[in-house]
């Protein structure tokens, strides 16, 4: 039977009490989700990437963005991320400062990690039109990230007795809309033990 691989390890756990929203985004701390990375990847590394030059962002000539990159299990994810002002709108070129350079990498890291599972779920739909809502910016993200957060997968004691039972895989699968029993959640493999048991 396959196991966990970390991305769904890392896209398991639950981010919502340690996001924080602005603007009506929802974004984590760069320091606790790397050290949670860490925690569970201690091999995990990052990049921050330079043009030839030294400098370490891009430009067009009127705005600028930065580039970095997250490693883990040797698999790694580049995010790209304009150099943007508290109201998340890009900076002028001549405006920007080495503090706006700084605040676009480390969430740029962030959002590399998020690539590899951990928090992915608040990042989704951030790219979508902002609503004609009348909720206030956070509550808007909080709604969004407990709508979001992904279930709790079915653990491997469940999986293991739902294989032993030699029940109908394919009926399964089609009935929880998933590829593979991995996908079926904690609560769904327990729907399907207690079914079995009756």
Same mark, same amino acid.
């Given at each position: ?8 390890? @890392? ?8 996001? $924080?929203?602005?603007? =009506?985004?929802?974004?984590? %701390? ?5 050290? $949670? ?5 201690? &091999? ?5 990437? *330079?043009?030839?030059? =030294? ?5 067009? =000539? ?13 698999? *790694?994810?580049? *995010?790209? @991320? +304009? ?13 920007? &400062? ?11 890291? &962030? ?13 989704? =739909?951030?790219? @979508? +039109? ?8 956070? $509550?808007?993200?909080?709604? #969004?990230? #407990?709508?979001?957060? +992904?279930?709790? @997968?079915? %653990? ?43």
């Amino acid at each position: 039977m396959e196991t966990k691989n970390y991305f769904q390890v @890392l896209n398991a756990i639950n981010v919502s009490d340690k996001a $924080e929203t602005k603007n =009506g985004l929802a974004y984590l %701390s760069w320091a606790w989700a790397w050290g $949670e990375a860490k925690k569970l990847h201690p &091999t995990a590394n990052y990049k921050i990437y *330079e043009r030839e030059d =030294g400098c370490i962002y891009w430009t067009d =000539g009127n705005t600028a963005w930065v580039k970095t990159g997250v490693t883990v299990n040797d698999i *790694e994810h580049i *995010e790209y @991320l +304009p150099i943007m002002d508290i109201r998340n709108k890009s900076i002028k070129l001549a405006d920007i &400062t080495s503090f706006e350079v700084n605040k676009a990498i480390q969430r740029s890291l &962030t959002k590399a990690v998020a690539r590899h599972g951990l928090g992915l779920y608040i990042y989704a =739909g951030e790219d @979508l +039109p902002e609503s004609e809502s009348d909720e206030k910016p956070k $509550e808007k993200g909080i709604a #969004k990230i #407990k709508k979001l957060m +992904p279930t709790e @997968l079915a %653990s491997i004691e469940q999986l293991i007795e739902i294989e032993q039972l030699a029940l109908d895989k394919l009926k399964i699968l089609t009935y929880y809309n998933v590829e593979n029993l991995q996908q079926v959640s904690k609560e769904q493999a327990a729907q399907i033990l207690r079914a079995r048991k009756k």
